[in-house]
């Protein structure tokens, strides 16, 4: 299946350069579900990365980092797919 990737400038299409037009792809209700599911997945990982925080739980002696839950991950896929930017400060944990 080929993918809608917008390689023309960012003013000829209203999309950020290298983006994935999703909506082309599944169609505006089909993308919309994606973009609502990788929020709520990144939303259930901030969850369980404070909860480990919160017990102590420490691989290896270290300490859980957003990146050990794909955090940072979903943030980059939501940017490539043109998703509207997460709210950092509001769910990020500390030192995320």
């Not at 023309?8 to 609502?36: C, F, H, M, W």
């Not at 480990?52 to 979903?74: C, H, K, L, S, Y």
């Amino acid at each position: 299946m080929p993918r809608a990737c917008n390689t023309a400038s960012a003013g000829a299409s209203g999309r950020k350069p290298n983006t994935i037009d999703l909506e082309a792809l599944l169609g505006d209700n089909d993308a919309q579900l994606v973009y609502e599911g990788l929020h709520r997945l990144r939303e259930l990982k901030i969850d369980a990365l404070n909860v480990v925080r919160t017990e102590g739980v420490r691989p290896n002696g270290r300490d859980f980092e957003a990146w050990d839950f794909g955090i940072p991950q979903i943030d980059r896929l939501l940017a490539r797919l043109g998703a509207e930017p997460v709210d950092e400060d509001a769910d990020h944990p500390e030192g995320a």
